[in-house]
């Protein structure tokens, strides 16, 4: 429980930090006066002035705030003279800098994230281009592809890992796909036509169910399951590759099956009870899946410094798309709400991550930063995006919003935000107590 707690406020910590750092920063460079610097939400616990500046912790952790001079609204009957160092003194596009540096901040952090731990770590990558499964619906499947085919080619270029794949994948932008494979040898080809598509929606490599990682407290951990480790038969049915073992799991939720492994030279048998999670279906709504608390071994390959921050780039951009997606499908109501999660899904995941390593929490930073500042700009106050809205408007117009208009917009946000804050948290607890 401690070691969650210290993870979480870490995490936040950094995040919070970043972000108002960025508005912070942004403010003094176009020369606003900066009130005070808040991580956290009142009450405060401790503070310092310095300066302008009060800086402060303050004892709700989830947020922080940079109170900067002439920021607050003042009524319409209001007419006091605007100081030059006072927000509303700025240009448009200043106070637009001033407004979107706090999630460019966040943005930047999971950049950065990304670059050191792929240069300091390496990536993972699957050396074969070998197909081993299929998520269902699709295309590829649809048009003949089978699990054993091993790619050749996609439009022309040819493939020699599973990283040249997903590469291809990433920059199709709606054109069709013509891809070459290699089945019984012989060479074979297809053409799928264009549509939206990306890696998870295609196919799946074929990888040994070989363990790379085992969660902490997992019914995998609690067998004896460790990294290396190599199933080879659950039930009695002899297991070839790793979407095979978890097309088993899966299937099984709550359900102890007879699991039988390798580790060297030694066999090891244990009955595994998969606990029951929940994933995304193929039609995007949540259901119920065994879980054993594994992933698949990746081979890690080193990365120069440049590479690296390449690497970082493509991540950040390809994460980015998968977030405003997401976003996007559950504003639609193609995505169940259920599948969004809150403050405690945060501190939840951070113990987690802290448990398994380092990395692995430095790397689930790297994420929620992400995620942070794409929801930051969204058009509701008092997020980034409702303040956003304002300088668009005014910049459009040539004048703000009227002070009746903007109190109608914030309450209306505020009803928003602090609903959404309520289902999420609700959410979670279900989720942890179911």
């Not at 117009?397 to 009803?415: C, D, E, I, M, S």
């Amino acid at each position: 429980m401690l070691l969650t707690i210290l993870a979480a406020l870490f995490v936040l910590g950094v995040l919070i930090f970043v972000h108002e750092l960025g508005h912070f920063l942004a403010a003094k460079a176009v020369g606003i006066r900066v009130e005070k610097f808040s991580l956290g939400f009142p009450p405060k616990l401790v503070g310092k002035k310095i300066g302008e500046t009060e800086y402060s912790i303050s004892l709700i952790p989830f947020g922080g705030y940079v109170k900067m001079a002439g920021e607050e609204e003042a009524s319409e009957e209001q007419t006091a003279e605007v100081q030059p160092w006072e927000f509303k003194a700025k240009s448009v596009p200043q106070r637009f800098l001033v407004v979107l540096s706090g999630p460019l901040m966040n943005i930047i952090l999971a950049l950065l994230v990304i670059w050191l731990l792929a240069w300091i770590q390496g990536i993972g990558t699957v050396s074969t281009t070998r197909i081993g499964g299929f998520p269902p619906q699709s295309p590829l499947k649809e048009a003949g592809l089978k699990v054993g085919d091993r790619i050749v080619e996609i439009n022309g270029e040819k493939v020699n890992e599973w990283k040249d794949i997903s590469e291809r994948f990433h920059h199709l932008k709606g054109k069709g796909l013509h891809i070459k494979v290699e089945r019984d040898e012989q060479i074979k080809e297809f053409q799928i036509e264009p549509r939206k598509l990306n890696l998870d929606s295609l196919l799946f490599p074929y990888q040994e169910a070989r363990i790379g990682e085992v969660l902490p407290d997992s019914p995998a951990e609690r067998a004896g399951l460790k990294r290396g480790d190599l199933i080879i038969l659950i039930e009695g049915e002899k297991i070839e590759q790793w979407y095979d073992m978890a097309e088993m799991i899966h299937s099984h939720p709550g359900k102890e099956l007879k699991v039988t492994w390798m580790r060297g030279k030694e066999t090891f048998t244990a009955q595994i009870k998969p606990k029951v999670g929940q994933v995304l279906d193929e039609g995007e709504k949540v259901k119920e899946v065994g879980l054993i608390g594994i992933s698949p071994y990746w081979e890690l390959k080193r990365l120069n410094l440049l590479s690296s921050f390449a690497y970082s780039l493509s991540w950040t951009a390809d994460f980015t798309w998968q977030i405003i997606t997401f976003i996007k499908k559950l504003i639609l109501g193609q995505i169940s709400p259920k599948s969004i999660g809150g403050p405690i899904f945060i501190v939840e995941a951070a113990g987690q991550s802290a448990k398994s390593g380092l990395s692995s929490l430095i790397y689930l930073l790297a994420l929620i930063s992400l995620n942070l500042a794409l929801v930051n700009i969204l058009p509701i106050p008092p997020l980034d995006g409702g303040q956003f809205t304002f300088l668009l408007w005014e910049g459009v117009r040539g004048k703000p919003p009227t002070h009746k208009q903007k109190l109608a917009f914030q309450k209306v946000g505020f009803f928003i935000l602090i609903s959404l804050m309520l289902f999420v948290t609700i959410n979670d607890i279900s989720r942890i107590v179911k």
